[in-house]
């Protein structure tokens, strides 16, 4: 089983980059799909991107298409979330997850991840 913890959150500014880390400890990383997960002030917690475990597959929310690419470097034992031109309503806190899954489709459903980070902050001010 692995451990997550995530990296790189902070305040940035609308339109502005910024790219989250999620680092995990473990020796199967590379048989997990990993996804990243956010929940703003208020609001329940929601997909924002995933990716297969080999890296071929990834699958982003509408609300991040265009704007945020998740990749991963299992060498690495990470996955990374870039995310560009960052909007206010980006605000949130973001998790990273891992599904342990012989299918060979990615989900999006949070119940399907077992594994969780302690999340990262991302604030975007106007």
């Known amino acids: 089983q692995v451990e997550l913890v995530e990296s790189g959150g902070g305040l940035a500014q609308a339109g502005d980059s910024l790219r989250l880390s999620c680092a995990a400890s473990g020796r199967t990383f590379n048989t997990y799909d990993m996804g990243w997960f956010r929940q703003a002030p208020g609001k329940e917690r929601e997909f924002t991107a995933a990716?297969?475990?080999?890296?071929?597959?990834?699958y982003y929310a509408d609300s991040g298409k265009g704007r945020f690419t998740i990749s991963r470097d299992n060498a690495k034992n990470t996955v990374y979330l870039q995310m560009n031109s960052l909007k206010p309503e980006d605000t949130a806190v973001y998790y990273c997850a891992a599904r342990r899954t012989s299918s060979p489709y990615i989900s999006r459903n949070e119940n399907e991840y077992n594994i969780w980070g302690q999340g990262t902050q991302v604030t975007v001010s106007s």
């Open positions: 990716v297969k475990w080999s890296g071929g597959i990834t």
